[in-house]
């Protein structure tokens, strides 16, 4: 008897042990295949540009400089409301065209009816004593040096309060005119005469 449970016990481990030793073996099983590395993509070619003809640099613009007593300056008459002796001196510029540049001259003791001009103007007095008046504003008196802006289309008379003339540098946003307006007085107010005091 003990003989038989000796033989079914080693029959039992011889068993369980191939069963282990079966679980243990590896695979045979062919691993399955990598996929391929597909192939890098070739660089894009540039796609091919005409050549350019060389072009030829505009030449530089040069710089101006001018003096109002200049007698290299050309004087061009002004329109016809504007005082006798009147002259406009183009600077720079094209005055049919935006941005032109100009000297304006009026005799001394002259009047400067009142115009608009369809541009914006900036001014600076060159020579002379200039009273200015804007419609519905106070007079502003230009002195050498002095600047004044000028609003498109804005009503405004002067004097050249000087003997000798006046003289403006004028620079214009939009091509040069001066429209004259119905309501141009033809002379400045005179200024009051100052009265002495009575005597006590």
Known sequence: MRTLYSILACSSFLVGGAASLAEAQPSTKPAPAAKPTPPAPKP??????AKMAPVTP????ASVTFVASDKKITWNPCPEFLPKGCGIAVLHGDPSKANVDIFFKVPGKSTIPMHTHTSAERMVLVSGELHVTYEGEKKTIMKVGTYAYGPAKKPHMAYCASSAPCVLSIAFEQPLDAIATETAPKTEPAPKKTEPAPKK
């Open 44 to 49: 894009t070619q540039p796609a091919s540009t």
């Open 58 to 61: 505009a030449p530089a613009e």
